[in-house]
């Protein structure tokens, strides 16, 4: 069993709101007629094992979690920052939130890396409600 929450009827979002793209993202979710749950991983601390069940979720690897073309991240690490493993790149997501590359959003076993806020389109099923099935 994992440990990151799994409900058809909730959509959790992982997101940083020290980037403009997280902050439209969870604006958009918290507007869906869908329950959800929000996760500002810049004041929630997300453990070690929920990074890698969001990567394998999205079946990516964790580095592919980070903005590597970030000027922060280049700043720090320059392109030896292509080579960090696992765990150096479970800590810079930590530590550094707002090089997380996209926000995430999980619903019932659905993952789904949200790259503008259209995409999150794609995890709300139409609402039929009221309307006559032909």
Same mark, same amino acid.
């Given at each position: ?5 799994? %409900? ?8 940083? +709101?020290?980037?403009? @793209? ?8 918290? +507007? ?8 500002? @991983? ?36 320059? #392109? ?10 479970? &800590?810079?997501?930590?530590? #550094?939130?707002?090089?997380? &590359?996209?926000? @995430?959003?999980?619903? %019932? ?22 309307? &006559?099935? +032909?």
């Amino acid at each position: 069993m994992g440990t990151i929450a799994m %409900d058809k009827r909730q959509i959790t979002l992982y997101y940083s +709101s020290e980037n403009t @793209i997280g902050k439209q993202i969870h604006a958009y979710v918290q +507007s869906s007629k869908k329950k959800n749950l929000a996760v500002d @991983i810049s004041k929630t601390k997300v453990t070690g094992t929920q990074w890698v069940e969001l990567a394998d979720g999205l079946n990516k690897d964790i580095k592919d979690l980070i903005a590597m073309d970030h000027p922060d991240f280049l700043n720090v690490y320059g #392109e030896q920052g292509q080579d960090l493993d696992e765990n150096d790149c479970i &800590k810079i997501l930590q530590k #550094e939130p707002h090089l997380l &590359k996209h926000p @995430i959003a999980v619903n %019932d076993d659905q993952y789904l890396e949200l790259e503008n806020a259209a995409s999150f389109k794609k995890f709300i099923a139409p609402d039929s409600a009221g309307l &006559k099935e +032909s």
